[in-house]
């Protein structure tokens, strides 16, 4: 009896414990057909269709309200004060002047893709419409880098996703969103767009997107030149050689013809190669002559720095596929041999020719690193984790947005930002203005507008003088903006009244010297 209950006992827990596995087992198949049924919707044509223009509006909004919290906030660099006093000539008829540079907008770059942005700024206001337009051409290459991913690349949804998110994260993305206004941002979405059409084999396409990038700035020939080369390298001769002599030819056209002759009679940025030497030849006998200085230039910490910055985020996946990266480092090279000044942003406007090449590299990285699948590669999920872990930290260390920099907080006006609109709204706009570069963007749009510096070459206190203030009508100071001693700010003011000027506005330390009638 006790043996018949036993056993009964043991059948009815055999039994329990074999439905239990079975229903773990039918859960487990259950999962993992939704799983496979998820992956199946995902990698569906309508996806690849719908889903890039998805995070592409996704990623506008980013940056759009991002740009627009940091203009409200006053936050902005005056690199967007220079395309507003050009907005403001163009408008009235008149020949974009530059005053901080001393020259026409167009000889500095040859931007004419400029010109039809004003179009825009006539009927909504010109420094939200700059700041929104630049930010829709960040996001814009999402598309094209999307479908870069998924169709010349072959990759999955998961691989294409960390790549777009390595893209929206990357530093250079990121600063350049918040380094003012720079009409070569829209040549980003085109060097990439143009990549893709060129592997369709719509060339009509691919020198219509060429020619946006030339016009975006001159300099970016030479990258229609790389891409030009990467086509021949992936055995596109006829097209790729045709590109590239293309892109060459405008580059010397404009740089040494066009510009030249709406400037000052030479390459406009010959003097950030001072260092080689003097005029063209000078300096390129200088560079072929001294090839150890120019390495050192090339190879200091500024300029790893810079290049480091370019593909670590990215988990240096280019340089497993260097040939997409080769054809452009001569430009890369003639970017970190400029002398230019950072202004504390590293320069992210010169990334714009770069980054396409970067992101087309590394697509072909991760093909290459991946298993070949049934319709697509299959790269390892830990790769991704790394890869996307990687994008997030050099964000959140070298974006202008990182989280250090509270970007929650921006949008804010303190009791110093509305004395900076109060002194402005006071100019007229007919004056003749010399400004601290905080206060720049606001009184912008005037014939004459320069950029008060900051301090003289002796450290020393500041002294205005009669060549500084040549010309001008009002000078604009910011005080807690200069973080000058107070007794160097009394000397500066000081000096102004020597030279003509009263003050007429004071308020939070934004001080406005006006210059005396008959002075």
Do not use: C
Request: aromatic share 12%; hydrophobic share 50%.
């Amino acid at each position: 009896m006790v043996n018949a209950s036993r056993d009964r006992a043991v059948r009815a827990i055999d039994w329990t414990g074999e439905h239990v596995v079975t229903r773990v087992h039918t859960v487990r198949r259950r999962m993992d057909m939704a799983i496979l049924r998820g992956q199946a919707r995902l990698e569906s044509p309508r996806v690849d269709r719908y889903f890039p223009w998805i995070l592409a509006a996704s990623a506008w909004l980013v940056f759009s309200l991002l740009s627009l919290a940091r203009l409200r906030d006053l936050g902005l660099p005056q690199d967007l004060g220079h395309y507003l006093q050009a907005l403001h000539l163009l408008e009235n008829g008149v020949a974009p002047q530059i005053s901080d540079f001393g020259m026409n907008l167009f000889a500095m770059q040859a931007a004419f893709l400029f010109v039809p942005i004003i179009w825009l700024t006539q009927l909504f206001p010109p420094a939200e419409t700059l700041l929104i337009l630049q930010a829709l051409a960040l996001a814009l290459a999402v598309v094209p880098l999307w479908r870069i991913t998924r169709h010349s690349g072959n990759l999955r949804i998961g691989a294409a996703g960390a790549l777009v998110a390595a893209y929206f994260f990357h530093p250079s993305v990121q600063n350049l969103n918040l380094a003012g206004f720079h009409p070569e941002v829209f040549a980003l979405p085109a060097l990439l767009a143009a990549y893709l059409q060129g592997q369709k084999e719509r060339w009509w396409a691919v020198s219509l997107l060429a020619f946006v990038v030339v016009v975006a700035r001159s300099d970016l020939g030479l990258a229609v030149m790389a891409l030009g080369l990467v086509f021949v390298g992936e055995e596109r001769r006829n097209p790729g050689w045709f590109l590239a002599s293309f892109g060459l030819l405008w580059f010397l056209i404009m740089g040494f013809f066009v510009q030249p002759l709406m400037g000052l009679g030479e390459y406009p940025h010959l003097a950030e190669f001072a260092a080689y030497g003097e005029g063209v030849f000078g300096v390129m006998g200088g560079v072929i002559s001294h090839p150890l200085v120019v390495l050192g230039d090339l190879f200091e910490r500024s300029s790893f720095e810079k290049v480091m910055i370019l593909v670590a985020p990215v988990l240096f996946l280019p340089l497993v596929r260097m040939r997409y990266v080769a054809p452009v480092l001569p430009l890369l090279g003639f970017f970190l041999l400029a002398d230019v000044s950072s202004g504390g942003r590293g320069n992210p406007e010169q990334d714009v020719a770069i980054l396409p090449f970067v992101f087309i590299a590394a697509t072909y990285a991760l093909m290459r690193i991946g298993q070949p699948g049934v319709r697509r590669v299959l790269v390892d999920r830990r790769v991704l984790a790394v890869l996307a872990l990687t994008a997030t930290m050099f964000f959140v260390r070298d974006a202008a947005s990182s989280p250090y920099q509270e970007p929650w907080n921006w949008g804010h006006r303190d009791a110093t930002d509305i004395a900076r609109l109060e002194a402005a709204s006071g100019i007229d706009a007919y004056d003749r203005v010399l400004a601290h570069p905080a206060v720049f963007n606001l009184v912008a749009e005037r014939e004459t507008i320069r950029s008060l510096p900051l301090r003289d070459d002796s450290g020393g206190p500041f002294l205005a003088s009669d060549d500084l203030v040549l010309g001008i009508d009002v000078v604009v100071f910011d005080g807690p903006a200069t973080r000058w001693p107070q007794p160097d700010r009394k000397i500066f003011g000081q000096s102004l009244q020597v030279l003509g000027f009263e003050e007429s506005f004071n308020g939070e330390g934004i001080q406005v010297f006006v210059r005396r009638s008959g002075s």
